[in-house]
């Protein structure tokens, strides 16, 4: 028999939960509105300011996971500035779609958020501990940025193609992860961190897709 307070107690949780879940969202959805902005702004920028402001983004992203502990608002702060630096940064490529193939744009975004959509309601969805799942993805993506940097070097046949659809297959696991996490914190001030989590897992799909529509046309 459940009592009273038990009763309450989950109840309370899980609002707690959906609390932070909203919070959450409400952030991605802020930093993703920024990147398009930045991207808009950044339209004209050089390959050499889109690298410079691809450092810039790093810095914000180290001195988030710093700053949540001291501040919410500068961590969340930060997570808007990252945004809008990625954005800047990754403009010179969206640009060039823009001007060959346009199409390619709307196709990859559309398939980014029906990806997520499957695979993050995967993860929040299930019962089931995937955080050594988690792991083994991490380290398949050191090694998928090791293959990266060596087709760099050496040309493999359908190198690009392997690389796109690999990516895809690990960040369908990273994006499961990071709803799992969502559900079961607690903390809200480990928002602006998985809201950043989140958005990392959005950006580096569009990006793949962008590959695979782009060799399609």
């Not at 390619?104 to 299930?126: C, D, E, K, P, S």
């Not at 988690?134 to 690389?163: D, K, N």
Request: charged share 10%.
């Amino acid at each position: 028999m459940i009592s009273g307070d038990t009763a309450l107690q989950r109840a309370s949780g899980g609002d707690d939960t959906r609390t932070l879940f909203a919070q959450t969202m409400g952030l991605v959805a802020v930093t993703t509105g920024l990147f398009a902005l930045g991207a808009y702004l950044g339209r004209n920028v050089s390959g050499g300011w889109g690298l410079a402001f691809f450092v810039v983004a790093f810095v914000c992203l180290i001195a988030m996971s710093f700053a949540v502990k001291q501040s919410e608002q500068l961590a969340v702060g930060l997570l808007f500035t990252f945004g809008l630096v990625v954005g800047l940064a990754t403009a010179p490529t969206i640009a060039y779609y823009a001007d060959t193939n346009p199409a390619t744009i709307w196709r990859a975004g559309g398939a980014t958020a029906l990806f997520v959509a499957a695979f993050g309601a995967a993860g929040y969805a299930t019962r089931r501990d995937i955080s050594a799942l988690a792991r083994v993805f991490f380290w398949a993506l050191i090694g998928l940025i090791v293959y990266g940097i060596v087709e760099i070097f050496v040309q493999i046949p359908h190198g690009s193609l392997i690389y796109a659809l690999l990516g895809l297959v690990i960040f369908a696991g990273l994006t499961m992860s990071d709803f799992q996490r969502l559900r079961l914190a607690k903390d809200e001030t480990s928002a602006p961190l998985m809201a950043a989590s989140i958005f990392l897992d959005i950006l580096n799909v569009f990006q793949f897709f962008l590959s695979l529509f782009n060799r399609q046309n």
